[in-house]
């Protein structure tokens, strides 16, 4: 009897469906109608409840929003939620809730759990923990212009976004959608509350936030923090070196003298501003900057966040007395302002410029107050044009001509120093270069700064233009003067201009010829990454001392007498017993500038080859080349210089030529097929004069 009932039951839902399709072929669109005029599309009477009622546009074109926000019923967090939509348990046929009854005819449960699992829970798009499983009901909004044949063909699966609660049919689709609520900064878990509590702040969608934390500092973090041109909060956990890199070297200017008045420029999240105040405490003022108010926001959540105190501010200052535990660990100072403004207002004795690109828009202000033996530290992230990828743009901003070449990244590391010294030079200052990496992703410049016009003269003395061959790739700088020789080949110490026809190099720069390291220098960064616990940059630190000494031979030492400390480092540490105003780095009356270049060319170490060579650009077809390892020995008991260089894990920075590099190769080469293969080749030859024996 149950079973005839059902029968019976399915043929009256039958018919009805049959008189419905007839009433609406002979004009009858109500039911189609109301789906179009729904804004986001109400789904049927059986899910109208359960449908996203947040923004309802009715027929006198009127937006209501004060119906609270119900997620629809194809977005579940388990596929236990899903089956709960109907009671699988009970007896007879059910219908699908996520189906029409022309699509999808009522069944029995357990063939109704395998079509809610294969057909739409197996396709959902997951979005923080939310399911949003296809949708076969008639929610999506049809056209008016499409007769009743071409809707009832037009009610495609789709799914129901948990943000904004649109309809969009492919699962691609729906992705980059929800990629683009993540780029905005818009989120289930805000969309909900702004939605809820109307009158309350939106910052509240705070709870979004991504909290990082880098050697002990904890910064908040939008959702599209890594995306520069959708986020004013930019932040690169792949600059995680460079900014160790610059905290060790302000560690090593605390230690010469203190406090300093150090400035972030371009404080984003604030994070490295964080670290220098966190770590440094009393020996640094700390000020960090940014002319994006989001970004000052940021950066004064992230104050309280890692309890330090912001100068200026009341209600710091209120809770400092509170007791010892709500006592503010450091002191910073947040400002909003142009970064070339506020550099051309205050004196400095550290200054980091790190903008989104090229930093050459901010040299000039920076070495207009920067205070005598102060350090300018510069990060350029626009490799495109210094890896020689966009030429146009490399001379725009650099005036400089290059080309690519094997040893592009310290093309590029001499091209922001001599950018650097050109700005210096400007101001009557001169730099002394204390390290310059190139790495993946940023070249990092740090230099010190030498009041005077005398200096300034010698950084301008080395900057020259630089030969290059384009056959071969050997590599010369131009000899410093102005007379104009008969032919610049003479200078290059190969012979490609005389066996190959035309014009063979080509002049390159202008660039810094001058060293790229300071040995005294990296070995106390080096002993503060130990300090601080920076072990992942420890190895790079050795190899860039290795580099600077242009040796093989790892001794490093971590005692506080350094003898390969750079001059001013010697001066400043002897002068136990100087004022206050040399503290600050300011010359004595009696002082000559003079003075600090001749102890700097009396104490300084021999200065580094420039450039390196590649192994494998060089190497021998059909010869196995040497391990590197025992490469680097061979050059050093040929009496050449050699290192390793952090440029290219392939190169080897020497002093000698391209044409003693490749003698030295093709020496310690072997041929790639093996002795019992030679010989294999040399008897078939002899036996063929003997009659073909053993062949």
């Keep these: 009897m149950l079973g005839k009932m059902a029968e019976l039951k399915e043929e009256d839902v039958g018919q009805l469906h049959q008189e419905d399709a007839d009433n609406q072929g002979n004009g009858d669109m109500k039911a189609v109608s109301g789906a179009v005029e729904e804004a986001n599309g109400q789904s049927c009477a059986r899910s109208a409840a359960s449908c996203d009622t947040v923004q309802v546009e009715g027929s006198d074109g009127q937006t209501s929003v004060n119906v609270g926000p119900e997620r629809h019923i194809s977005i579940q967090t388990t596929l236990e939620g899903l089956e709960k939509l109907v009671d699988l348990n009970g007896a007879g046929r059910k219908s699908c809730p996520l189906c029409p009854e022309e699509k999808f005819k009522a069944c029995y449960s357990h063939k109704l759990r395998r079509h809610l699992q294969n057909l739409h829970w197996k396709v959902y798009v997951e979005f923080e923990g939310q399911k949003m499983c296809i949708c076969h009901l008639p929610c999506r909004q049809l056209r008016p212009s499409l007769g009743a044949d071409q809707a009832a063909g037009r009610l495609v699966a789709h799914y129901h976004c948990v943000v904004c609660s649109v309809t969009i049919a492919r699962k691609t689709d729906m992705i980059s959608h929800l990629k683009r609520h993540i780029n905005k900064g818009e989120t289930e878990a805000s969309y909900s509350q702004n939605t809820d509590m109307l009158e309350q702040e939106p910052v509240r969608a705070g709870q979004a936030y ?63 501003g964080l670290q220098w105040a966190k770590h440094l405490r009393g020996a640094v003022k700390v000020i960090i900057n940014d002319i994006s108010e989001p970004c000052v926001k940021m950066i004064k959540e992230n104050c309280q966040l890692n309890n330090i105190r912001m100068e200026g501010s009341r209600t710091p200052r209120a809770a400092e007395g509170q007791g010892d535990a709500d006592t ?15 550099m051309h207002l205050r004196a400095f004795d550290y200054i980091h410029l790190d903008p989104f690109g090229t930093s050459v ?93 005398t200096q300034a003269d010698e950084a301008a003395k080395r900057l020259r233009q630089l030969l290059h061959c384009q056959w071969c790739e050997e590599r010369v700088f131009l000899k410093p003067g102005s007379m104009v020789e008969d032919s610049l080949y003479r200078q290059l110490p190969c012979q490609c201009h005389g066996s190959m026809p035309g014009k063979t190099a080509v002049e390159l720069g202008p660039l810094w010829s001058g060293p790229l390291f300071n040995t005294g220098f990296l070995r106390r960064m080096l002993v503060a990454a130990v300090k601080h616990s920076m072990e992942d940059l420890q190895p790079l630190l050795k190899t860039l001392v290795c580099e600077a000494d242009c040796t093989t031979v790892k001794s490093f030492s971590v005692t506080a007498n350094q ?83 952090h440029f290219d894990p392939t190169g080897v920075r020497t002093d000698a030529t391209l044409e003693q590099f490749k003698s030295v190769l093709t020496k310690y080469s072997a041929p790639t097929y093996s002795n019992a293969q030679s010989a294999g080749h040399s008897m078939p030859v002899a036996t063929d004069d003997a009659g073909r024996v053993g062949n």
């Design 563 to 645: 003898v390969e400390c750079g001059v001013v480092i010697k001066t400043l540490q002897k002068a136990e017993g100087a004022d206050s105003s040399d503290q600050s780095g300011k010359r004595k009356p009696g002082e000559d500038s003079g003075s600090v270049v001749k102890k700097l060319k009396t104490e300084a170490s021999l200065d580094h080859p420039p450039f390196y060579y590649s192994i494998h650009r060089h190497s021998i077809r059909g010869m196995n080349m040497p391990k590197l390892n025992k490469f680097l020995q061979y050059l050093t008991e040929a009496g050449f210089r050699v290192s390793r260089t």
């Design 361 to 453: 828009n901010y040299l000039d202000a920076a070495f207009r107050n920067v205070r005598n033996l102060g350090i300018v530290s510069v990060t350029s992230t626009d490799t495109g044009s210094l890896y020689s990828k966009s030429l146009n743009v490399t001379l725009r901003h650099y005036g400089c001509q290059i080309v690519r070449t094997e040893y592009y990244r310290e093309l590029a590391a001499r091209m922001v120093v001599a950018s650097v010294a050109r700005a210096a030079a400007r101001c009557n200052k001169g730099v002394e270069v204390l390290l310059a990496v190139a790495l993946e992703h940023f070249v990092l410049v740090v230099v010190r700064v030498l009041r005077g016009p």
């Design 328 to 342: 503010p660990i450091a002191t910073v100072e947040v400002v909003k302002m142009d970064a070339n403004v506020i």
């Design 210 to 272: 991504e909290i990082m934390k880098e050697l002990g500092t904890n910064v908040q973090l939008l959702p599209n923090h890594s995306t520069p041109q959708k986020s004013d909060t930019y932040f690169n956990r792949k600059m995680k070196t460079n900014r160790q890199l610059v905290f060790c070297a302000l560690a090593v200017l605390a230690e010469e003298r203190s406090p300093l008045e150090c400035l972030d420029a371009f404080g984003a999240t604030g994070i490295m």
